[in-house]
């Protein structure tokens, strides 16, 4: 059973700086490319960054390039979300995400709240 876990996500000032984890299990974690995705309240989920199975290859939205940064721990079965800069407009509940056999895999999220 893929199971999906999202830790780090609290309460920053504007500016600040936070780092997301996904721990995850029941399925080969090295083979598979890995997503964090993102949805403010009332607007739709959005993708963040992806990044390739071996770590090679990441993508990142506009709206975060330069400021976010994904990476990920094969031996632990973990990616991260670096987010630097943060600015009010970054809050949302962020999501980490894994295709699987067509199957679109979702963690339950964990809050980010960018305010002073």
């Known amino acids: 059973q893929v199971q999906l876990v999202e830790s780090g996500g609290t309460l920053v000032q504007p500016g600040g700086s936070l780092r997301l984890s996904c721990v995850a299990s029941g399925f080969t974690f090295s083979s598979y490319a890995l997503h964090w995705y993102r949805q403010a309240p009332g607007k739709e989920r959005e993708l963040v960054a992806t990044i390739t199975s071996s770590g090679v290859s990441r993508n990142y939205a506009d709206s975060v390039k330069g400021r976010f940064t994904i990476s990920r721990d094969n031996s632990e079965s973990t990616v991260y979300l670096q987010m630097n800069s943060l600015k009010p407009e970054d809050t949302a509940v962020y999501y980490c995400?894994?295709?699987?056999?067509?199957?679109?895999?979702w963690g339950k999220g964990t809050l980010v709240n960018v305010s002073s």
């Open positions: 995400n894994a295709l699987i056999a067509g199957m679109a895999n």
